[in-house]
Structures are given as C-alpha cells and as structure tokens.
C-alpha cells in the first residue's frame, strides 16, 4: 500500500514557540491531504483539508492563522503550530489522497507537547 | 452531518471467543466505509476497506459487513488473541470535506490470555 511519513513523530516545545509539522507522500501524488488531531482517550477530529496549490480549508473552531498549512508539492504538506499554548499538545495525524481515489492513507502521527 | 456512532466504547473478552464490534452512520450515502486499528499512542493501520457497492470484506481473522440501507457496519473478530488488543475505530468519508473521514469513538478492546 502506499506509504505516507511524518516528521517529526514526537516533539516538545515551549509555551510561545512555533512548531512545524512535516507529512510526506513516499510513492503517490497526494493531490488532497488532509490534517487530523486527536486528545487523549478521544476520537480524531478534522481540522483541515488541504489541496496541492491551493490554500486550505479549515473546520469550524479551527483557527486558521494559529495552525498554518502549506501543501505546496504533490508530496508534502506541512502544518505549522504557532505561537503553541499547553492547550494545542495533542497527537497530530495527516492522511493524503491521490486523484480519483477514495482511499486515504495515514501517516504515523506526531506527539506534540508544549510546556 | 455525518455521524458515526461505535458500540460498545469498551469490550473485554478472553482469549479465544469470537466478537462483534458495531459501527452506525446516519447519512446512507457513503462512497465507503473504513475500520482501523489504533495502538495506545500510535498511528492508524487500515484493517479493511468496504466499497458501498460490497456487502462484506475479508482479511485472515477479520471480517466486516456493510448495510447501507440500515447506516451499519460490523467487524467481527474471530478466535480473538491477547495481540489484538487496541482501539477499533469505522470511518466514513465526508464528501463535503474533500471525502476527509468522519470517525466513531472507537471500540477499546482487551483480550485477556
């Protein structure tokens, strides 16, 4: 199946701090990538879908100038946390999907805490 | 809006029996439906896919049902194993959302040697 990366897989930060998220599609073109977060005990809930080239499309209650998006390539889409409070540490998880394809794949996660 | 709705949140069964996990979904025009397996603090891994157009699929001990009409899906496991222990989770796509996934709670799972 087809392999989706992400780096870094656990990060810890300071209050204030920007962090930088990287999700990478290892043998596909992900035309549509998508970025998912999920608290502790709780089911992943969307955040954003992003488009190569385009700008993304954030959920309701999802800032958009706090987690900053770019998928500039067909293979990566990168998520920025900034300015990151105790209350944005989370497990960050991005899936990507290839034109005409209904199926996505996902990547490992990433642990983010900030203190 | 989509909902998906997983029963029961929490299961624990011994080592050996056959289980049944259910999954429901409010909206009957999905593309698919997805179940997967989480790990405590792990990533997702994919355990079978259904197309809207297939009534079951099957991997080794794994298989899942669809009934579009009814918005239900089950996952049962047979013979369980104290390795299958982990978090089940369905998932449907969201055309509204660029086909992102709407996910239930999850199923927590203990198998018990």
């Known amino acids: 199946g087809a392999v989706v990366s992400q780096h870094p897989s656990r990060v810890i930060c300071k209050s204030g701090t920007s962090v930088k998220i990287e999700c990478r599609s290892l043998d596909f073109q992900a035309t549509t990538m998508f970025w998912y977060r999920q608290f502790p005990k709780k089911s992943l809930m969307l955040m954003a879908t992003s488009n190569e080239g385009s700008k993304a499309t954030y959920e309701q209650g999802v800032e958009k100038d706090k987690f900053l998006i770019n998928h500039a390539s067909l293979t990566l889409s990168t998520l920025t946390v900034t300015s990151a409070h105790p209350e944005d540490s989370s497990f960050y998880i991005c899936s990507a999907k290839g034109a005409n394809h209904y199926e996505q794949y996902f990547g490992p996660g990433t642990r983010l805490t900030v203190t | 809006k989509q909902e998906v709705t997983q029963i029961p949140a929490a299961l624990s069964v011994p080592e050996g029996e056959n289980l049944v996990l259910n999954c429901s979904f409010t909206?009957?025009?999905?593309?698919?439906l997805q179940w997967f397996r989480q790990d405590p603090g792990k990533g997702l891994t994919s355990l079978l896919l259904?197309?809207?157009?297939?009534r079951e699929q099957t991997s080794g001990r794994l298989n899942a049902s669809l009934d579009k009409s009814s918005g239900r899906s089950t996952l049962y496991i047979a013979a369980s194993q104290p390795g299958d222990s982990a978090t089940y989770l369905c998932a449907v796509p969201n055309s509204n959302s660029g086909y992102a996934l709407n996910f239930g709670k999850g199923t927590s799972l203990l198998v018990t040697p």
């Open positions: 909206d009957s025009a999905i593309y698919n």
């Open positions: 259904i197309q809207s157009s297939q």
